[in-house]
């Protein structure tokens, strides 16, 4: 009796936290859910014709739904929502104007638990004339939000809690998107002045990217950029970071992921706590650090010498360093218990340990290469 007794509350604990959890899904993804039936189809609801003279910024609110850009054929913003379900007069939006401001806000919150009723499903369509140039502004709780325009805008922020951000090209003097657990991808990205993209956990992949200051950020997922150029700032807490082209001084830093940086020139700063950092076809100084990666720099092959000095430093793990034949620097290694190789020994004075070389490269340098590491061993080569 004990023993049933014990089971049942152990059955009962569970059915317990199961519908917490449900409760805590249907919460976020805007009060619907349904498990076995899918979505019904949706259909036109609501359309509004709504004039842009003298609006200048247009803000749209949403929880549940996806929003979707497309363009209109008239100078005027076409507003269509699509559900599922036969909506209340209040669970349609609101479209409100303030001086030169326009704003388009759903308070459309459905909840409710179904087995029965078919899942809901809404989106909202938006037609935007292709001349707007004002700011505009789109954020959803648990909807994505896509486009495939080619935006010329003053500014541009999209928000999304766990839903996906897709973009084709913009072009705005300030650029911010923010992801919580959804993806941000996009082709093209200009901005005069700055450009800022911040995701919790999903990834973020960009084919390019152009602004005075750039700043992206996520804490579990991946940073990947096809180009960046400008002042750039780079942070993953366990994702990986890889860019691939780009000019500007740079910023990148990993706790757990890796970085890889390919054809970058200015000054670069790279810093991963356990991950490893891989730098191809360099072309300017930097400050590299890993605690237990290992580093792998690879010099231009026609570069004869660096724009700035060059730092590595690696507490466990191997230095791997290419240089071209005619590189003139100023060079020193250091390392605890690995060895140093590499292939200008004659140019260099070592200890009698042979964990400490130095010495002068080439004619004439005006930078200084300087490598440390505590465990690991260090290997220069040529590319």
């Given at each position: 009796?004990k023993k049933f007794t014990i089971a049942s509350i152990a059955i009962f604990t569970t059915i317990t936290i199961c519908l917490i959890a449900l409760l805590i899904h249907v919460i976020n993804r805007g009060g619907s859910y349904n498990v076995s039936f899918g979505f019904s189809e949706a259909k036109l609801v609501n359309e509004q014709n709504i004039s842009l003279d003298e609006i200048s910024s247009i803000s749209i609110e949403y929880h549940a739904d996806d929003v979707i850009f497309y363009t209109s054929d008239t100078n005027e913003l076409i507003l269509k929502e699509y559900m599922s379900f036969t909506p209340d007069k209040d669970q349609l939006a609101s479209v409100t104007k303030s001086g030169?401001?326009?704003?388009?806000?759903?308070?459309?919150?459905?909840?409710?638990?179904?087995?029965?009723?078919?899942?809901?499903?809404?989106?909202?369509?938006?037609?935007?004339?292709?001349?707007?140039?004002?700011?505009?502004?789109?954020?959803?709780?648990?909807?994505?939000?896509?486009?495939?325009?080619?935006?010329?805008?003053?500014?541009?922020?999209?928000?999304?809690?766990?839903?996906?951000?897709?973009?084709?090209?913009?072009?705005?003097?300030?650029?911010?998107?923010?992801?919580?657990?959804?993806?941000?991808?996009?082709?093209?990205?200009?901005?005069?002045?700055?450009?800022?993209?911040?995701?919790?956990?999903?990834?973020?992949?960009?084919?390019?990217?152009?602004?005075?200051?750039?700043?992206?950020?996520?804490?579990?997922?991946?940073?990947?950029?096809?180009?960046?150029?400008?002042?750039?700032?780079?942070?993953?807490?366990?994702?990986?970071?890889?860019?691939?082209?780009?000019?500007?001084?740079?910023?990148?830093?990993?706790?757990?992921?890796?970085?890889?940086?390919?054809?970058?020139?200015?000054?670069?700063?790279?810093?991963?706590?356990?991950?490893?950092?891989?730098?191809?076809?360099?072309?300017?100084?930097?400050?590299?650090?890993?605690?237990?990666?290992?580093?792998?720099?690879?010099?231009?092959?026609?570069?004869?010498?660096?724009?700035?000095?060059?730092?590595?430093?690696?507490?466990?793990?191997?230095?791997?360093?290419?240089?071209?034949?005619?590189?003139?620097?100023?060079?020193?290694?250091?390392?605890?218990?690995?060895?140093?190789?590499?292939?200008?020994?004659?140019?260099?004075?070592?200890?009698?340990?042979?964990?400490?070389?130095?010495?002068?490269?080439?004619?004439?340098?005006?930078?200084?290469?300087?490598?440390?590491?505590?465990?690991?061993?260090?290997?220069?080569?040529?590319?």
């Amino acid at each position: 009796m004990k023993k049933f007794t014990i089971a049942s509350i152990a059955i009962f604990t569970t059915i317990t936290i199961c519908l917490i959890a449900l409760l805590i899904h249907v919460i976020n993804r805007g009060g619907s859910y349904n498990v076995s039936f899918g979505f019904s189809e949706a259909k036109l609801v609501n359309e509004q014709n709504i004039s842009l003279d003298e609006i200048s910024s247009i803000s749209i609110e949403y929880h549940a739904d996806d929003v979707i850009f497309y363009t209109s054929d008239t100078n005027e913003l076409i507003l269509k929502e699509y559900m599922s379900f036969t909506p209340d007069k209040d669970q349609l939006a609101s479209v409100t104007k303030s001086g030169d401001i326009l704003t388009i806000k759903s308070d459309n919150i459905r909840f409710y638990i179904g087995f029965i009723r078919p899942a809901t499903y809404s989106r909202t369509e938006v037609y935007l004339p292709s001349d707007y140039a004002g700011n505009l502004s789109v954020s959803t709780s648990s909807g994505d939000i896509d486009s495939d325009l080619i935006m010329q805008l003053a500014s541009f922020k999209a928000s999304s809690t766990s839903g996906d951000i897709k973009t084709n090209e913009v072009n705005a003097d300030e650029i911010k998107l923010s992801s919580a657990s959804g993806n941000i991808t996009s082709k093209l990205f200009q901005s005069l002045a700055k450009f800022e993209a911040s995701s919790t956990s999903g990834d973020i992949k960009i084919d390019e990217i152009s602004a005075d200051h750039i700043n992206i950020s996520t804490s579990s997922g991946s940073i990947i950029l096809q180009k960046a150029e400008g002042k750039r700032q780079f942070t993953s807490t366990s994702g990986d970071i890889k860019i691939l082209n780009g000019n500007g001084d740079s910023t990148a830093s990993s706790t757990s992921g890796n970085i890889t940086i390919k054809n970058n020139s200015g000054q670069l700063k790279a810093t991963s706590s356990s991950g490893d950092i891989k730098i191809t076809a360099l072309s300017g100084g930097g400050d590299f650090k890993t605690t237990s990666g290992n580093i792998n720099l690879e010099f231009l092959e026609d570069i004869q010498t660096a724009v700035e000095d060059i730092s590595i430093t690696a507490s466990s793990g191997d230095i791997t360093l290419k240089l071209p034949s005619m590189l003139s620097c100023d060079f020193s290694a250091d390392t605890s218990s690995g060895d140093i190789r590499t292939f200008f020994d004659d140019m260099l004075s070592f200890n009698k340990k042979g964990n400490h070389a130095a010495g002068t490269i080439g004619d004439n340098p005006d930078t200084t290469i300087q490598i440390n590491t505590s465990s690991g061993n260090i290997h220069l080569g040529k590319n």
